[in-house]
């Protein structure tokens, strides 16, 4: 009896082991890393022509926030047509409905209630970025139905109801790694049972014109089979510097323990804050509330003529954690207007700004003299600022709160990186 009971154990203990192994095998077979498309080698999407510029791209938008889709066709001066756009927030509605051109009827607050079947066969473009939910997807194979429950789900539901001829589903990048890679492996099987043909790459739009260091998935799927290659990265020709604006606000500076804790040395080691940086870190929805993100330093100078209105924001570099690296700074970012409280131009344009800017940069370099360098004060990036460095052009139309817009803003698109997928793929060939 006890040899049977041995042997019985060691026969159940080999099953137990060979299971393993073939779990772990059907794992890697089933889950191995997908392939990013790679980039065009020999094209440079700046100098890409529209085949179609008569034509009109019909489009339509979920998690529409502020449109950087419709931004970019506003840019690009194509002729478009937006079909539908929606966002649950009422501030992201605001924003949209005083920058595009919708009908209400057209308009849609949760996805999870718009029944998109009415547009079947009516848009050329569907865009989205879901907000980054903890998909899980684990367990066993997934397909589109599974995937119930999540904002995902909804983009490929209205994807499948509509079938455009393009889609561009955008997210961040660790959706790639997120659960070892399964949950990307779900979503790009979703997307390929729904009949398309699926592209995707990490792009970072500091390598597409933006100073801004902001790496996304960009996946792409085409209802026609296509060689799609992603436009190859370009130099970068401006520096955050090259965004600002002339004008502050005295509500944009910090006090003495906001300046305290941007400047310290724990902060900017961990790239929780960076004074004055040429590349932006990556925009955040709430970076300006928990004193994260990008911060300029605006040294005083000796010929400054007073204004009251600013004397609480002056600290004593001398005072600060990070003093060597703030005086160091003073030399390489003297801001235009700097010397007159921040009171030069008016409202500019970044096409008309960049140059001047440029050239008023150094004029100040010229006369860095003139500064005391143990004297300035700290500020947050404004709004405006923040849209410009997301690619939003001074026609984007502010209609609310800076608390609203600084998350709109961090919630975005960037609109250059757009611009190069839009022009790489020629959009103008899916028209009407
Ligand atoms: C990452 S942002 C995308 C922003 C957009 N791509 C842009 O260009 O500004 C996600 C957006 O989805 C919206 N959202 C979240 N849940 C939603 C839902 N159930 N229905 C519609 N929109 C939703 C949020 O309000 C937010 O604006």
Redesign the pocket.
């Known amino acids: 009896m006890a040899t049977v009971d041995k042997d019985i154990n060691e026969v159940s203990k080999k099953i137990t082991k060979v299971k393993r192994i073939v779990k772990k095998r059907v794992e890697e077979l089933e889950y191995k890393d997908l392939e990013e498309t790679s980039v065009t080698e020999d094209v440079y999407w700046k100098d890409l022509e529209f085949s179609h510029p008569e034509k009109t791209v019909r489009l339509g938008?979920?998690?529409?926030?502020?449109?950087?889709?419709e931004h970019a066709f506003q840019r690009l001066g194509l002729k478009h047509n937006i079909v539908f756009a929606?966002?649950?927030?009422p501030n992201?509605k605001k924003s949209y409905f005083a920058n595009y051109d919708i009908k209400e009827e057209d308009w849609?607050?949760?996805?999870?209630d718009f029944d998109a079947r009415k547009y079947k066969g009516q848009v050329d473009l569907i865009?989205?970025?879901?907000?980054?939910q903890a998909f899980s997807m684990v367990g066993h194979r997934l397909g589109f139905e599974d995937a119930r429950g999540t904002?995902f789900f909804?983009f490929a539901r209205v994807v499948k109801e509509t079938k455009p001829k393009v889609f561009l589903f955008?997210n961040v990048r660790g959706l790639l790694n997120h659960d070892k890679g399964r949950t990307w492996h779900v979503m790009h099987d979703i997307f390929e049972e729904l009949g398309y043909d699926v592209k995707f790459r990490v792009l970072n739009s500091r390598d597409y014109g933006i100073p801004q260091h902001r790496e996304r998935v960009y996946c792409l799927g085409f209802k026609k089979k296509t060689n799609f290659l992603y436009p190859a990265p370009i130099e970068l020709e401006y520096k955050m510097y090259d965004f600002l604006e002339d004008y502050i606000d005295s509500k944009y500076f910090l006090k003495e323990k906001g300046v305290k804790f941007v400047t310290s040395h724990k902060n900017r080691e961990k790239s929780y804050t960076q004074i004055n940086g040429d590349i932006q870190l990556c925009q955040k929805r709430n970076q300006q509330f928990n004193w994260h993100g990008d911060f300029v330093y605006h040294p005083q100078a000796l010929d400054e003529i007073p204004d009251e209105k600013f004397d609480e924001f002056i600290f004593d570099v001398r005072e600060v954690e990070e003093k060597y690296y703030l005086s160091e700074k003073v030399a390489k970012y003297v801001l235009a207007g700097g010397t007159k409280n921040f009171k030069t131009s008016t409202e500019t344009d970044l096409d008309v700004a960049r140059p001047l800017l440029q050239s008023m940069h150094k004029m100040h370099r010229a006369g860095v003299d003139n500064y005391v360098t143990h004297k300035g004060r700290i500020r947050k990036l404004t709004p405006r600022e923040c849209l410009r460095l997301m690619g939003f052009k001074d026609s984007f139309k502010i209609v609310v709160s800076d608390t609203a817009m600084y998350q709109?803003a961090g919630?975005?698109?960037v609109v250059d990186v757009l611009i190069a997928l839009l022009k790489q793929m020629d959009i103008t060939k899916y028209g009407v």
């Open positions: 938008t979920l998690f529409s926030g502020i449109g950087a889709i929606g966002d649950i927030e992201c849609f607050d949760d996805i999870r865009v989205g970025g879901a907000p980054c904002l909804e955008e709109q919630n975005s698109i």
